[in-house]
């Protein structure tokens, strides 16, 4: 394995997400298997979920490169032309849709955690942000039960991280997702609770 400086990020707007789909959804479905996604991928969920990006102009995809092999990635795209599923929580709060940035996932192999890319998704997406005039980052999280019996032990969650990056937890903004568990065939809802930055601005 190369150390980090010998990473290649790509970056990839809109209609030219498509020439790395595949590597995109091989590497979601490997990272989401982990708990607390726990998500049985398919190449047709993937088409699926995937093409929103390739339907927006002002989406971005960051792919971290490890020679020809994809390790990581992340993914943004105003809320405005994401899926309205994503936009009722939003809506039913009574807050504009306009400002605000959605960030989809960041996933990243095991063996390349801890490098500093988690902040550098981070980074890039909230500049995707402030280039297209928005001042609102959120993304979503799934909530599973504290009792759940496949969560591995001494789970850390993402929280501290999130929290340290200026996001807050909105436990009112809360969507519905849905996708196959390991093991089933039939995808089944997950609530998703949303956090939220303002951005500060550029000075």
């Known amino acids: 394995m190369n150390d980090a400086a010998a990473l290649r990020i790509e970056t990839l707007r809109g209609a030219q997400i498509a020439t790395q789909l595949d590597a995109l959804a091989e590497l979601r479905i490997a990272v989401f298997r982990d708990w607390p996604y726990l998500y049985e991928?398919?190449?047709?969920?993937?088409?699926?979920?995937?093409?929103?990006?390739?339907?927006?102009?002002?989406?971005?995809?960051?792919?971290?490169?490890?020679?020809?092999?994809?390790?990581?990635?992340s993914t943004v795209l105003?809320?405005?032309?994401?899926?309205?599923?994503?936009?009722?929580?939003?809506?039913?709060?009574?807050?504009?849709?306009a400002p605000i940035d959605y960030f989809g996932e960041s996933v990243l192999l095991r063996a390349y955690r801890?490098?500093?890319?988690?902040?550098?998704?981070?980074?890039?997406?909230?500049?995707?942000?402030?280039?297209?005039?928005?001042?609102?980052?959120?993304?979503?999280?799934?909530?599973?039960?504290?009792?759940d019996p496949r969560q591995p032990p001494g789970y850390v969650p993402n929280d501290a991280f999130w929290h340290k990056r200026g996001y807050r937890k909105e436990p009112g903004l809360r969507a519905t997702l849905s996708w196959p568990d390991l093991g089933e065939a039939a995808s089944t809802d997950k609530p998703m609770t949303f956090w939220m930055r303002k951005l500060e601005a550029v000075r």
């Open 41 to 73: 991928g398919s190449a047709d969920y993937e088409r699926h979920y995937l093409q929103m990006y390739l339907d927006c102009p002002r989406s971005l995809a960051i792919l971290v490169w490890d020679g020809a092999r994809c390790v990581g990635a």
């Open 114 to 147: 801890g490098r500093g890319l988690g902040v550098q998704f981070f980074e890039l997406r909230e500049r995707h942000a402030r280039e297209l005039g928005l001042s609102v980052c959120a993304f979503c999280s799934v909530e599973r039960r504290d009792d």
């Open 78 to 97: 105003p809320l405005v032309d994401a899926p309205r599923e994503l936009q009722l929580p939003f809506l039913d709060a009574g807050l504009a849709l």
